[in-house]
C-alpha cells in the first residue's frame, strides 16, 4: 500500500538517515521526502514527511523500529496526495520567495510541495526554481498552481507550467542491467510525465541487432527476450546505431572491461561527440579514460552521468556534488562489492572456509562463475579510480591502486576479529588508493552483512556521513540509472527546461 507518514526528528545531525533506516531494512520503496528544516514543530522538533509503498504488514515493525530511535511519529495513513505537476519559477528567486511559496501550499490541506530545488546564477541574472507538487486530485493541482501564480505576480517572477518533452532515449547493452533498465523506464512513465519528461525508448541495441521504434519500443514484446536476435529490426550494432539514430540521450551498460574499456569507451564517444547525453553503469570507459570523456561532454555541451558505476542503489556521486556542496570531502572509506561482502559475511557467520562460501554464492547467483574480478578486489579497486577522478580531480589510474583481494581470509582470522569486537571486510579508500581486507568495528555504521554496499563520506563541516544500499542487481542498478537521467533534464543547462 502507499502510505504518508509525518514524523518529528530531534535538530541534530544523521536524524534524517535515522529515519531512513527502518524503511529500507524493511523493503520499503520510498517515493518521497520532505523534509522542512526551516520549520519548527510545537514541540520543538523539525517535521518530516514520508511517502512510500510497503507491504501492510510491515507497518508496525516500521513504527516500532522509529520509535526506538527516539523518532516520534505523528501521523501515518493511506496516502491521499494522487497527482502530481512540476513546475518551474524564473525571476530573482530568493530563499524567502520558496519559503513563503512552499508555505502557502502546504496549508492548503489538500496540495503539498513535495521537491524544491533553486538555482541561482550571477548576482544580476535571473534564477530559477524547480518545484513538485502532489494533491489530492486534478482539481486541486489546479488550485495549487493557481497560489503560485499569485506568488509570480507579488514577487515579480514567471511561473512556467509543465510542458511535456519528448526524450529520446538509446539504450546499448540488453543483458541483466539492459533488461532493468526497459522494465524500470516502462513501469516509471507516469512519474516521469507528472515531471514534465516524456522518455521514449526508441531504440535497443545488443550484439545481434538494434530494435528501433519512434513511438517507442514495445517492452512488453522485448522483456520475455534473452537478446535481440529473433526482434531486431536492423543489423546496425554499437557505434554505428548510436550515430545513425535520432536520439537525445544514451543509456551505455554493456560489461566492464577495465583494461581497454571497450566496447563501452568506443560507445560513449561515439554519443558525446554526436551531442547526445550519456548515462552508464559501465565502469571500463571511465577507468581507462574519464578525463577524455569529461572533456568531450564539455566540448559537446552534454553531460555524462554515472552514478550506477560505484555504488549501484547508494546515491554517492550525486551526495557529494549536490547535496555536500560547499563540504570539503575529506575521504571516502567503504565495501563496494556485494558478492566479497556476501562472501565474508557467511564465513563470520558459519565460520566455513572460503572455497565453501564462494561455491554458496555461486549457487545463489551471487558470485559468478569466475569470480576473480570480484574477490580479488578488481572490481572495488575501478570504483575507487572513479571516485578518486571525479571527486577529487586525481586522474589516476588503475595501476595506482594497492590492491589485496579476499581469497587469503580465514576462518580463523575472521573469528579472531570477532571475538575482539571487529568484522573484516574488503574497504576500498579514497584518497588513500587502497582495496584491502580491514578492520572495521562491529559497531561501525559501515559494517553492514549480507550483499549491501556502505560507505562514509568524511566532511569538513558535516561530518562523516553514511550511506548503506544494494551495489548490484538489475532493478537496482536500472534505478540509479533513471536518477541520472532525471538529474540531466533538472539542471539549467537543458532549455526545455529553464
Given at each position: 500500500?502507499?502510505?504518508?507518514?509525518?514524523?518529528?526528528?530531534?535538530?541534530?545531525?544523521?536524524?534524517?538517515?535515522?529515519?531512513?533506516?527502518?524503511?529500507?531494512?524493511?523493503?520499503?520503496?520510498?517515493?518521497?521526502?520532505?523534509?522542512?528544516?526551516?520549520?519548527?514543530?510545537?514541540?520543538?522538533?523539525?517535521?518530516?514527511?514520508?511517502?512510500?509503498?510497503?507491504?501492510?504488514?510491515?507497518?508496525?515493525?516500521?513504527?516500532?523500529?522509529?520509535?526506538?530511535?527516539?523518532?516520534?511519529?505523528?501521523?501515518?495513513?493511506?496516502?491521499?496526495?494522487?497527482?502530481?505537476?512540476?513546475?518551474?519559477?524564473?525571476?530573482?528567486?530568493?530563499?524567502?520567495?520558496?519559503?513563503?511559496?512552499?508555505?502557502?501550499?502546504?496549508?492548503?490541506?489538500?496540495?503539498?510541495?513535495?521537491?524544491?530545488?533553486?538555482?541561482?546564477?550571477?548576482?544580476?541574472?535571473?534564477?530559477?526554481?524547480?518545484?513538485?507538487?502532489?494533491?489530492?486530485?486534478?482539481?486541486?493541482?489546479?488550485?495549487?498552481?493557481?497560489?503560485?501564480?499569485?506568488?509570480?505576480?507579488?514577487?515579480?517572477?514567471?511561473?512556467?507550467?509543465?510542458?511535456?518533452?519528448?526524450?529520446?532515449?538509446?539504450?546499448?547493452?540488453?543483458?541483466?542491467?539492459?533488461?532493468?533498465?526497459?522494465?524500470?523506464?516502462?513501469?516509471?512513465?507516469?512519474?516521469?510525465?507528472?515531471?514534465?519528461?516524456?522518455?521514449?525508448?526508441?531504440?535497443?541495441?545488443?550484439?545481434?541487432?538494434?530494435?528501433?521504434?519512434?513511438?517507442?519500443?514495445?517492452?512488453?514484446?522485448?522483456?520475455?527476450?534473452?537478446?535481440?536476435?529473433?526482434?531486431?529490426?536492423?543489423?546496425?550494432?554499437?557505434?554505428?546505431?548510436?550515430?545513425?539514430?535520432?536520439?537525445?540521450?544514451?543509456?551505455?551498460?554493456?560489461?566492464?572491461?577495465?583494461?581497454?574499456?571497450?566496447?563501452?569507451?568506443?560507445?560513449?564517444?561515439?554519443?558525446?561527440?554526436?551531442?547526445?547525453?550519456?548515462?552508464?553503469s559501465n565502469k571500463g570507459p571511465l577507468v581507462v579514460s574519464y578525463s577524455r570523456l569529461k572533456k568531450l561532454a564539455e566540448d559537446n555541451g552534454v553531460m555524462m552521468k554515472f552514478e550506477a558505476t560505484v555504488g549501484g542503489t547508494m546515491p554517492l556521486i550525486s551526495l557529494v556534488e549536490r547535496?555536500?556542496?560547499?563540504?570539503?570531502?575529506?575521504?571516502?572509506?567503504?565495501?563496494?562489492?556485494?558478492?566479497?561482502?556476501?562472501?565474508?559475511?557467511?564465513?563470520?557467520?558459519?565460520?566455513?572456509?572460503?572455497?565453501?562460501?564462494?561455491?554458496?554464492?555461486?549457487?545463489?547467483?551471487?558470485?559468478?562463475?569466475?569470480?576473480?574480478?570480484?574477490?580479488?578486489?578488481?572490481?572495488?579497486?575501478?570504483?575507487?579510480?572513479?571516485?578518486?577522478?571525479?571527486?577529487?580531480?586525481?586522474?589516476?589510474?588503475?595501476?595506482?591502486?594497492?590492491?589485496?583481494?579476499?581469497?587469503?581470509?580465514?576462518?580463523?582470522?575472521?573469528?579472531?576479529?570477532?571475538?575482539?569486537?571487529?568484522?573484516?571486510?574488503?574497504?576500498?579508500?579514497?584518497?588513500?588508493?587502497?582495496?584491502?581486507?580491514?578492520?572495521?568495528?562491529?559497531?561501525?555504521?559501515?559494517?553492514?552483512?549480507?550483499?549491501?554496499?556502505?560507505?562514509?563520506?568524511?566532511?569538513?563541516?558535516?561530518?562523516?556521513?553514511?550511506?548503506?544500499?544494494?551495489?548490484?542487481?538489475?532493478?537496482?542498478?536500472?534505478?540509479?540509472?533513471?536518477?541520472?537521467?532525471?538529474?540531466?533534464?533538472?539542471?539549467?543547462?537543458?532549455?526545455?527546461?529553464?
Amino acid at each position: 500500500m502507499r502510505l504518508s507518514m509525518d514524523l518529528e526528528l530531534q535538530d541534530i545531525p544523521g536524524q534524517l538517515l535515522l529515519a531512513l533506516q527502518p524503511f529500507g531494512d524493511n523493503k520499503a520503496n520510498i517515493i518521497s521526502v520532505v523534509h522542512h528544516r526551516d520549520r519548527k514543530t510545537p514541540r520543538g522538533m523539525i517535521p518530516v514527511r514520508f511517502v512510500v509503498e510497503m507491504d501492510r504488514s510491515k507497518i508496525e515493525t516500521v513504527n516500532a523500529k522509529l520509535k526506538e530511535s527516539g523518532i516520534s511519529v505523528v501521523r501515518a495513513g493511506e496516502d491521499r496526495l494522487i497527482e502530481a505537476v512540476s513546475v518551474v519559477l524564473v525571476g530573482h528567486v530568493l530563499h524567502s520567495d520558496l519559503g513563503d511559496t512552499v508555505n502557502r501550499i502546504d496549508s492548503t490541506g489538500f496540495a503539498e510541495v513535495m521537491d524544491v530545488s533553486l538555482t541561482m546564477t550571477g548576482v544580476d541574472e535571473p534564477s530559477s526554481a524547480y518545484l513538485k507538487i502532489r494533491a489530492t486530485g486534478k482539481a486541486e493541482i489546479q488550485k495549487a498552481l493557481a497560489i503560485l501564480r499569485e506568488v509570480g505576480v507579488e514577487k515579480k517572477l514567471l511561473v512556467i507550467e509543465p510542458i511535456e518533452r519528448d526524450i529520446k532515449v538509446s539504450l546499448v547493452g540488453y543483458g541483466i542491467v539492459g533488461h532493468g533498465v526497459v522494465d524500470v523506464l516502462n513501469r516509471k512513465k507516469k512519474m516521469l510525465r507528472d515531471m514534465g519528461l516524456n522518455l521514449k525508448l526508441i531504440s535497443v541495441t545488443d550484439h545481434t541487432g538494434t530494435v528501433v521504434a519512434e513511438d517507442g519500443v514495445d517492452a512488453e514484446k522485448i522483456l520475455g527476450e534473452r537478446t535481440l536476435a529473433n526482434l531486431a529490426t536492423t543489423s546496425m550494432k554499437g557505434k554505428e546505431a548510436i550515430s545513425t539514430i535520432d536520439s537525445d540521450l544514451v543509456v551505455e551498460v554493456t560489461p566492464t572491461n577495465i583494461v581497454h574499456g571497450q566496447p563501452g569507451l568506443g560507445h560513449m564517444e561515439a554519443a558525446l561527440s554526436s551531442g547526445k547525453h550519456v548515462v552508464t553503469s559501465n565502469k571500463g570507459p571511465l577507468v581507462v579514460s574519464y578525463s577524455r570523456l569529461k572533456k568531450l561532454a564539455e566540448d559537446n555541451g552534454v553531460m555524462m552521468k554515472f552514478e550506477a558505476t560505484v555504488g549501484g542503489t547508494m546515491p554517492l556521486i550525486s551526495l557529494v556534488e549536490r547535496t555536500l556542496v560547499g563540504n570539503n570531502i575529506l575521504g571516502i572509506r567503504g565495501i563496494f562489492n556485494g558478492t566479497c561482502n556476501y562472501i565474508l559475511t557467511r564465513m563470520t557467520e558459519e565460520g566455513i572456509p572460503y572455497t565453501h562460501a564462494l561455491s554458496e554464492a555461486q549457487d545463489l547467483g551471487i558470485a559468478e562463475a569466475d569470480p576473480s574480478y570480484d574477490v580479488e578486489g578488481v572490481d572495488t579497486a575501478g570504483k575507487v579510480v572513479i571516485l578518486a577522478n571525479s571527486l577529487f580531480n586525481m586522474n589516476i589510474k588503475y595501476s595506482d591502486v594497492d590492491v589485496t583481494g579476499i581469497t587469503g581470509v580465514t576462518p580463523e582470522a575472521l573469528a579472531l576479529a570477532k571475538k575482539r569486537g571487529y568484522a573484516i571486510k574488503l574497504i576500498g579508500d579514497v584518497p588513500a588508493l587502497t582495496v584491502r581486507p580491514t578492520l572495521v568495528p562491529l559497531g561501525s555504521p559501515i559494517a553492514v552483512s549480507g550483499t549491501l554496499n556502505s560507505a562514509a563520506i568524511y566532511t569538513d563541516l558535516s561530518g562523516t556521513i553514511t550511506v548503506t544500499g544494494l551495489g548490484a542487481g538489475s532493478i537496482e542498478t536500472a534505478s540509479a540509472i533513471l536518477t541520472d537521467i532525471v538529474s540531466i533534464y533538472r539542471t539549467k543547462r537543458i532549455d526545455a527546461i529553464f
